[in-house]
């Protein structure tokens, strides 16, 4: 890039609280078809909060007890909601005698002697945990727009938690305003395919690709750019921060991770997903495509 190119545009954003690491981010950015979006945090507040509590065998004390135990140690948002919801029940839980953390799928964990699993239900069936039971009841709180984490022992679930996440307020003109640039927004997340889509509706987003595991999320990316589109990504999270590289430009949000910062060309202050657009309409008014 010529120096002018690297200032162009630049102080403009940096003034919306939009830094650049490289010169040529605005440039590449104003030619992309397609922004991937990556639902927690990015889309949406990632603030989880539990919902509701579905009791299949004992209360819905002993469910909370039992999943806030396996979770104490487990550093996901999902894991937080439910630890905060116990505390506000002055519900107690204790920490697990063992703990494994499955990256993208949940926790196994020891409570009192018991092995204990908590979390997505398409993981407890690898499992060989039955769901049966719980199945009318994970997809009516799937088509809320909740995630279902489900609680079993080593053959039975014992309880489903579902945990809300509301989409951020600036969410659906963030779409609108990427529609009306003829870019077309694409939902990622490593979230089931029912809640996935209730989320995405309700922003008006119809292309979602969902049960993407942390690892998968560059070859997602890849494989649209083997299909000839230029791509966005749009991420907070440390298991973002291969896509956000694989991309023609990586976009970091909010209180991104220190790893999804480096990993992207451009980094936007502040929790708000409009900034993406931002970026994007100062980018365009920087570089007019002139060719
Ligand atoms: P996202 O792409 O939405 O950030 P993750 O890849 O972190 O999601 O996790 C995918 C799914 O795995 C979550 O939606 C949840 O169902 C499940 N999961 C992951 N970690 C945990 C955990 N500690 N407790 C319960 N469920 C979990
Ligand atoms: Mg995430």
């Known amino acids: 890039a010529t120096p002018l190119a690297l200032i162009r545009g630049g102080g403009l954003a940096a003034n919306r609280g ?66 905060e919801y116990a505390n506000e029940r002055s519900i107690e839980f204790s920490d697990p005698e063992t703990f494994d953390s499955v990256t993208g799928k949940g926790v196994r964990a020891t409570v009192e002697g018991e092995q204990t699993l908590v979390g997505k ?53 963030t779409v609108e305003r990427m529609r009306a640039a003829g870019i077309t927004p694409v939902m990622s997340t490593g979230d089931n395919e029912r809640t996935a889509n209730a989320v995405a509706a309700t922003v008006g987003i119809d292309r979602v690709m969902a049960d993407v595991l942390p690892d998968d999320k560059r070859a997602e990316i890849r494989r649209l750019q083997d299909g000839g589109e230029r791509v966005a990504m749009v991420g907070d999270g440390i298991n973002d921060a291969p896509a956000l590289t694989q991309a023609d430009i990586g976009i970091a949000v909010g209180a991104g991770t220190d790893i999804a910062i480096e990993s992207a060309d451009i980094i936007l202050m502040g929790d708000r997903l409009g900034g993406v657009m931002d970026a994007y309409e100062i980018a365009e008014s920087s570089y007019r495509k002139t060719t």
């Not at 945090?41 to 065998?57: H, N």
């Not at 009516?140 to 679930?157: F, Y």
């Open 18 to 83: 939009i830094l650049l690491r490289s010169g040529d981010a605005f440039q590449i950015f104003q030619d992309v078809d397609t922004i991937v979006l990556d639902k927690t945090g990015t889309m949406t507040t990632g603030e989880p909060a539990v919902e509701a509590v579905v009791a299949l065998r004992g209360d819905e004390h002993s469910v909370i007890r039992r999943a806030a135990s396996a979770e104490v140690f487990s550093e996901h948002p999902l894991a937080d909601a439910i630890r």
């Open 121 to 173: 239900p398409g993981w407890l069936t690898e499992e060989g945990v039955d769901l049966m039971v719980a199945r009318g009841d994970i997809d009516r709180l799937q088509e809320r727009g909740e995630t279902v984490v489900c609680v079993a022992d080593d053959e039975s679930v014992i309880g489903l938690v579902a945990i809300g996440d509301p989409v951020k307020n600036d969410a659906d003109s």
